[in-house]
């Protein structure tokens, strides 16, 4: 597992924090099956699925580093997330068309085209390109926000957080698997 330090500036701390986030969601899905991948909380309305939750984070990392702080039109974004994603909302949570082993290349691609992007930012308060963080096919907000890279990160983490909380129920049902 990542180590994140006690002390030191506020950007690597954070880029830490996201890292550590990222491993802890990678190891809930890696060594299932396919159909574990897809299976759902028994007894539960809830369609969340550990693959369904990586495709979502797959497409939130590329949203927010690309479109949002790069400024990158949605259509210009790499696949699938330019022809997919502003055509089936449900797309992201939707593993039946895939494998695992291409859910978490999806993920990783991912999480490296963020990083890339966050990587090339020496300024943590640069505010991204786009006001706003509407998804393809939302009308845009008049009074959107811009969004420094700090409140970006801060808002994946946040993001990462919830979602572990998912997995852990998700991944304990599964095959009985507890902790990061």
Known sequence: MPVISGTGREQPMLREYLTYQRVV????????????????????PS???????????SWVEVKWAEAVFR?????????PWASRRGTDAEWEWD??????????ALYDRATR??????????????VGVRAGSEDPGQTPDADAPSYALRWILLHLIQEYSRHAGH????????DGSTGD
């Open 25 to 44: 969601v990678r190891r809930k899905a890696e060594g299932l099956s396919d159909g574990q991948l897809r299976a759902r909380l028994s007894g539960h």
């Open 47 to 57: 369609a969340l699925t550990v693959g369904g939750i990586l495709k979502h984070l």
């Open 71 to 79: 400024g990158i039109p949605y259509e210009l974004i790499q696949e």
């Open 95 to 104: 593993t039946r068309g895939e494998s695992g082993e291409q859910v978490l």
């Open 113 to 126: 085209v963020a990083d890339d992007v966050y990587d090339s930012v020496l300024d943590f308060d640069r």
């Open 167 to 174: 997995l852990d129920l998700l991944r304990e049902q599964i």
